[in-house]
């Protein structure tokens, strides 16, 4: 796996959660309640994911 910067990535720098998503506009509030983080908005660019800037998840575009 690539690191969004063009370094290569180790286990311990993967994303901490991965969801596949069908959009390329999707919105992350890191799990909502207590512990999350404000609503962020996010679009998946040509390299088909985007990773959270607070919680490092990362959203993957799949096709239906």
Same mark, same amino acid.
């Given at each position: /796996? @690539? %690191?969004? #910067?063009?370094?290569?990535? /180790?286990?311990?720098?993967? @994303?901490?959660? *991965?969801?596949?998503? /069908?959009? #390329? #506009?999707?919105? !992350?509030?890191?799990?909502?309640?207590?512990?999350? %983080?404000?609503?962020?908005?996010?679009?998946?660019?040509?390299?088909?994911? *985007?990773? !959270?800037?607070? !919680?490092?998840? #990362?959203?993957?575009? *799949?096709?239906?």
């Amino acid at each position: /796996t @690539a %690191h969004p #910067r063009g370094l290569p990535m /180790t286990a311990e720098q993967e @994303a901490p959660e *991965v969801e596949e998503v /069908t959009e #390329r #506009r999707i919105s !992350c509030d890191g799990g909502g309640g207590a512990l999350g %983080h404000p609503k962020v908005w996010l679009t998946i660019g040509d390299e088909g994911w *985007v990773e !959270c800037g607070y !919680c490092d998840k #990362r959203f993957v575009l *799949v096709k239906e």
